[in-house]
């Protein structure tokens, strides 16, 4: 009953920036977690920033200073302003939310993923 719709991601250079927005739709009620995770080739997946309802923000050390997640819970939408971009930062970004549904039971969902490539 909920989709999660990515975008905004790309091939910029270093130091460069990219957007990433995630929105979702279907039976909501509330999304007490947005968050962002990613991937890189032979690597775990990986937290990279998380909006708790209850605990506020936090963000993986590498990306701290650079990164910032940002939720609309009006729209159910949230977002990645990537700075300051490093090839390391070159993974499949997946966007993560836990929904209340309006049937009251907390489900996880996951994006399918948007590719971020960072080179020179």
């Known amino acids: 009953q909920v989709q999660l719709v990515e975008s905004g991601g790309g091939l910029v250079q270093p130091g460069g920036s990219l957007r990433l927005s995630c929105a979702a739709s279907?039976?909501?009620?509330?999304?007490?977690?947005m968050g962002w995770y990613r991937q890189a080739p032979g690597k775990q997946r990986e937290l990279v920033a998380i909006i708790n309802s209850s605990s506020g923000t936090n963000y993986a050390d590498s990306v701290k200073g650079r990164f910032t997640i940002s939720g609309d819970n009006a729209k159910n939408q949230v977002d990645l302003q990537m700075n300051s971009l490093k090839p390391e930062d070159t993974a499949v970004y997946y966007c993560n939310v836990v929904v209340l549904g309006k049937n009251l039971v907390h489900t996880t969902y996951w994006g399918k993923g948007t590719q971020v490539t960072v080179s020179s």
């Open positions: 279907g039976s909501i009620f509330r999304i007490p977690v």
